[in-house]
Nanobody, 126 residues
Framework: QVQLVESGGGSVQVGGSLRLSCAAS????????MGWFRQAPGPEREFLAA????????YYADSVKGRFTISRDNAKNTVFLQMSSLKPEDTAVYYC???????????????????WGQGTQVTVSS
């Protein structure tokens, strides 16, 4: 089992920044892929970014490339999502997720991730 706990969400004005954290505990491994997703009202969970813990390769969705940055702290088993130039359409619940299947790249499909955090709300207002 892997436990994921997100933090850092909140309310921010248009153009502002936030940094989300995702602390992993339990059966963690350097072979995992850690991803960030978000979900606005509706059924779809949108992929934002992923980092392959073993290769250190990073992947972004086109919608956030250049505004969001994913990073990690190996010693703390924590992944971050730095968000800047925030827009009202970035308002959503943000989730981190762990893909424990040891893939060499990444997946942007939510069903490819085995563990999820509880989510943290980000609200961007004008």
């Amino acid at each position: 089992q892997v436990q994921l706990v997100e933090s850092g969400g909140g309310s921010v004005q248009v153009g502002g920044s936030l940094r989300l954290s995702c602390a992993a505990s339990g059966r963690t491994s350097r072979s995992y892929v850690m991803g960030w997703f978000r979900q606005a009202p509706g059924p779809e969970r949108e992929f934002l970014a992923a980092i392959n813990w073993s290769t250190a390769r990073i992947y972004y969705a086109d919608s956030v490339k250049g505004r969001f940055t994913i990073s990690r702290d190996n010693a703390k088993n924590t992944v971050f999502l730095q968000m800047s130039s925030l827009k009202p359409e970035d308002t959503a619940v943000y989730y981190c997720a762990a893909d424990t299947r040891g893939r060499s790249g990444y997946t942007s499909v939510p069903s490819g991730y085995d563990y999820w955090g509880q989510g943290t709300q980000v609200t961007v207002s004008s």
